[in-house]
């Protein structure tokens, strides 16, 4: 029965339903996709706006249903199904071939490891930084995804962590078997083959995956918080410095090279400016922006101090707690290092992270320095400007040391850093932090107190801890994020031999649990070879379908094939013990997507622009006597 028609005026590519089946999602040429609620009618729970990742290669659901793999060329994107948040992107050009559920068969042990503290929100921030971390809790099953390249399978723990890889050639379609003991992967050679293998070692392993595995989300979580409060705090700079900084760096392109300090240090000496420089004083900076800055500048460092001290110390305090957890699980090596975790590249992370501590420590060093500089010398400008204008300068106060502040700085050889595109007043510093490159003017580490204490209270650690005053904040972060790539590396022992070798008919269909893998050999016949022992199965009872077998889509106790006839009308079959309930197609189906639980059929037309859903039980009589007849048809 046709329960919902659509049409489109841009084509579809992929479908893919959920595992209850209550969702599918569609992905179009125009790298758009959308999830929909199809249950007797259509409605768009969230659509994906083309962010110029390139076309949708793949649409994968999780086993629960709760997020949802949209595969890129070059990237895997995570979204979680309710509301449709990014959770998770990573770099690859691999395929995902599956994506299974290998239940626990341990208690959980999420007491033994450190949560996730509640951390400051951090504002213009919408991204949901906890949802990688919050769908991870509290999970009965080890999601295990499965991703292909021509060199072989990688294994990759929630969609998130790699934790070993299966060399097979030119794998098309892979399965896991819920235990985890063993990988079924389906070639996509001339003739096609299927290869078993032992996986042992991986289903000793899940509960010390899934620990890891859980750490890794949580620290995964942090370092995207950490990410957020760097680009909140370089916002909080920019809006506040980006305006002046033009204006004044317009101003110097417009006069001689080395002119711009010397009628700055005029007017400070003499009280009087030159006519290009008393006109930007005051008919451009004005007196009033300048004492607007004045007040939103010390506002902007203070707003920047205050996500330093509470935003990025809480979140590298929490780091360094969930790394030091981690630095004793790789002690224990019976049981974690038998997985791959290394103590000496959880040691080395710990490192960068006590690097970035200290680069954040000096940084409010640089802000508490360039605050009072900057107040400084736009007191003084201020008060310059204000002489200018025939006013009374007294109501502008400076103290003998903010006078001295801006007679070094005037004296030093340039007032501008340049950076690649960009230049900056070179009386603040911070702005060097929040970018990619060196800092220009790193700080003078000689008889830094800050730095001796630090060491003092480290002095055991001084061979790990490394001082690097010429990184910026951002480049920190990326030496601690590389680290956590090395330390997070898991490798279960390499599996190179299959149990058994297969050849099989190129329509094939692989069970959801991986009992056995159904193909179409050459009279048309559908044939079942059981798993992991390699074995055909003899069935009790013959279904037969006469018209030509087109595609297989299997369950784990029935399958579903799409046929052909002579005259060219085409069906699906769902074949069951001793039934088949066969349901009419339109006659130009492009693509068809079985659901797994209700056995709903969503039809792609030829050119992609009209879908149906269809309801292939509707034929479907409930027979009792069938219950008791036992074996698979073929």
Same mark, same amino acid.
């Given at each position: 029965?046709?329960?919902?028609?659509?049409?489109?005026?841009?084509?579809?590519?992929?479908?893919?339903?959920?595992?209850?089946?209550?969702?599918?999602?569609?992905?179009?040429?125009?790298?758009?996709?959308?999830?929909?609620?199809?249950?007797?009618?259509?409605?768009?729970?969230?659509?994906?706006?083309?962010?110029?990742?390139?076309?949708?290669?793949?649409?994968?659901?999780?086993?629960?249903?709760?997020?949802?793999?949209?595969?890129?060329?070059?990237?895997?994107?995570?979204?979680?199904?309710?509301?449709?948040?990014?959770?998770?992107?990573?770099?690859?050009?691999?395929?995902?071939?599956?994506?299974?559920?290998?239940?626990?068969?341990?208690?959980?042990?999420?007491?033994?490891?450190?949560?996730?503290?509640?951390?400051?929100?951090?504002?213009?921030?919408?991204?949901?930084?906890?949802?990688?971390?919050?769908?991870?809790?509290?999970?009965?099953?080890?999601?295990?995804?499965?991703?292909?390249?021509?060199?072989?399978?990688?294994?990759?723990?929630?969609?998130?962590?790699?934790?070993?890889?299966?060399?097979?050639?030119?794998?098309?379609?892979?399965?896991?078997?819920?235990?985890?003991?063993?990988?079924?992967?389906?070639?996509?050679?001339?003739?096609?083959?299927?290869?078993?293998?032992?996986?042992?070692?991986?289903?000793?392993?899940?509960?010390?995956?899934?620990?890891?595995?859980?750490?890794?989300?949580?620290?995964?979580?942090? *370092?995207?918080?950490? /990410? +957020?409060? @760097?680009?909140?705090?370089?916002?909080?700079?920019?809006?506040? !410095? $980006?305006?002046? &900084?033009?204006?004044?760096?317009?101003?110097?392109?417009?006069?001689?090279?080395?002119?711009?300090?010397?009628?700055?240090?005029?007017?400070?000496?003499?009280?009087?400016?030159?006519?290009?420089?008393?006109?930007?004083?005051?008919?451009?900076?004005?007196?009033?922006?300048?004492?607007?800055?004045?007040?939103?500048?010390?506002?902007?460092?203070?707003?920047?101090?205050?996500?330093?001290?509470?935003?990025?110390?809480?979140?590298?305090?929490?780091?360094?707690?969930?790394?030091?957890?981690?630095?004793?699980?790789?002690?224990?090596?019976?049981?974690?290092?038998?997985?791959?975790?290394?103590?000496?590249?959880?040691?080395?992370?710990?490192?960068?992270?006590?690097?970035?501590?200290?680069?954040?420590?000096?940084?409010?060093?640089?802000?508490?320095? *360039?605050?009072?500089? /900057? +107040?400084? @010398?736009?007191?003084?400008?201020?008060?310059?400007?204000?002489? !200018? $204008?025939?006013? &009374?300068?007294?109501?502008?106060?400076?103290?003998?040391?903010?006078?001295?502040?801006?007679?070094?700085?005037?004296?030093?050889?340039?007032?501008?850093?340049?950076?690649?595109?960009?230049?900056?007043?070179?009386?603040?510093?911070?702005?060097?932090?929040?970018?990619?490159?060196?800092?220009?003017?790193?700080?003078?580490?000689?008889?830094?107190?800050?730095?001796?204490?630090?060491?003092?209270?480290?002095?055991?650690?001084?061979?790990?801890?490394?001082?690097?005053?010429?990184?910026?904040?951002?480049?920190?972060?990326?030496?601690?994020?590389?680290?956590?790539?090395?330390?997070?590396?898991?490798?279960?022992?390499?599996?190179?031999?299959?149990?058994?070798?297969?050849?099989?008919?190129?329509?094939?269909?692989?069970?959801?649990?991986?009992?056995?893998?159904?193909?179409?050999? +050459?009279?048309?016949?559908?044939?079942?070879?059981?798993?992991?022992?390699?074995?055909?199965?003899?069935?009790?009872?013959?279904?037969?379908?006469?018209?030509?077998?087109?595609?297989?889509?299997?369950?784990?106790?029935?399958?579903?094939?799409?046929?052909?006839?002579?005259?060219?009308?085409?069906?699906?079959?769902?074949?069951?013990?001793?039934?088949?309930?066969?349901?009419?197609?339109?006659?130009?189906?492009?693509?068809?997507?079985?659901?797994?639980?209700?056995?709903?059929?969503?039809?792609?037309?030829?050119?992609?622009?009209?879908?149906?859903?269809?309801?292939?039980?509707?034929?479907?009589?409930?027979?009792?006597?069938?219950?008791?007849?036992?074996?698979?048809?073929?």
């Amino acid at each position: 029965m046709l329960q919902v028609e659509r049409t489109f005026s841009t084509p579809i590519e992929h479908a893919a339903w959920s595992p209850t089946a209550d969702l599918l999602a569609l992905s179009y040429s125009s790298q758009e996709v959308d999830v929909i609620r199809t249950c007797m009618t259509w409605q768009i729970v969230w659509k994906l706006k083309d962010e110029g990742e390139g076309v949708v290669r793949g649409l994968v659901w999780r086993p629960d249903g709760k997020v949802l793999a949209v595969r890129h060329p070059d990237i895997v994107n995570l979204y979680k199904v309710e509301g449709g948040t990014l959770i998770h992107s990573s770099s690859t050009r691999d395929t995902i071939s599956a994506w299974c559920g290998v239940p626990l068969t341990t208690p959980d042990r999420d007491y033994l490891l450190p949560p996730v503290p509640k951390l400051p929100p951090i504002e213009d921030v919408k991204t949901d930084i906890m949802a990688t971390r919050d769908l991870l809790q509290g999970q009965p099953d080890l999601n295990i995804m499965a991703m292909t390249d021509e060199a072989g399978v990688k294994l990759v723990s929630q969609g998130i962590l790699q934790i070993g890889s299966v060399p097979t050639p030119a794998p098309a379609t892979v399965g896991l078997t819920p235990d985890g003991g063993y990988l079924c992967a389906v070639s996509a050679t001339n003739p096609v083959t299927c290869r078993v293998y032992d996986c042992s070692q991986l289903a000793e392993n899940l509960q010390n995956i899934n620990d890891i595995t859980k750490i890794y989300s949580n620290v995964l979580t942090l *370092s995207e918080y950490m /990410l +957020s409060t @760097f680009k909140a705090m370089s916002d909080c700079w920019d809006t506040v !410095l $980006s305006e002046f &900084n033009k204006k004044l760096f317009a101003f110097h392109m417009s006069l001689h090279p080395g002119t711009l300090s010397k009628q700055f240090l005029h007017l400070f000496v003499t009280g009087t400016a030159s006519m290009e420089l008393e006109n930007f004083l005051v008919h451009t900076l004005k007196e009033k922006e300048i004492s607007k800055l004045l007040s939103s500048t010390l506002q902007s460092y203070q707003g920047i101090e205050k996500l330093i001290t509470r935003q990025l110390m809480s979140c590298c305090y929490a780091l360094s707690t969930h790394l030091q957890t981690l630095l004793g699980m790789s002690r224990w090596y019976d049981r974690y290092g038998a997985v791959g975790l290394s103590e000496c590249a959880v040691q080395h992370s710990i490192n960068k992270l006590s690097g970035l501590m200290i680069k954040s420590q000096e940084l409010l060093q640089s802000i508490s320095r *360039s605050k009072m500089r /900057l +107040s400084a @010398f736009l007191k003084w400008l201020l008060k310059a400007t204000i002489s !200018l $204008s025939d006013e &009374n300068p007294t109501v502008v106060k400076l103290t003998e040391e903010e006078l001295k502040l801006v007679v070094d700085f005037l004296k030093t050889e340039s007032l501008f850093a340049t950076r690649a595109d960009t230049c900056h007043f070179n009386i603040d510093t911070v702005w060097q932090y929040f970018g990619e490159d060196n800092i220009i003017t790193p700080p003078d580490f000689h008889n830094n107190k800050l730095l001796d204490t630090v060491l003092t209270l480290l002095k055991d650690k001084k061979p790990y801890l490394t001082v690097q005053p010429n990184l910026s904040l951002l480049q920190s972060h990326k030496l601690f994020s590389d680290s956590l790539l090395q330390c997070f590396e898991l490798s279960l022992p390499e599996i190179t031999t299959p149990l058994h070798t297969l050849t099989i008919g190129s329509l094939y269909t692989l069970a959801t649990d991986c009992s056995n893998i159904r193909y179409v050999d +050459s009279s048309n016949t559908v044939r079942a070879l059981s798993l992991p022992d390699g074995t055909h199965q003899r069935p009790n009872r013959r279904l037969n379908v006469t018209d030509t077998i087109t595609q297989l889509h299997g369950y784990d106790a029935d399958y579903v094939v799409e046929t052909e006839d002579s005259e060219g009308r085409k069906a699906v079959c769902i074949c069951m013990e001793g039934e088949v309930v066969r349901s009419e197609l339109p006659g130009d189906v492009g693509l068809v997507v079985i659901s797994e639980s209700r056995r709903l059929g969503a039809v792609v037309s030829a050119l992609g622009r009209r879908i149906q859903i269809l309801d292939l039980e509707e034929n479907e009589d409930d027979d009792d006597d069938d219950e008791d007849e036992e074996g698979e048809e073929i």
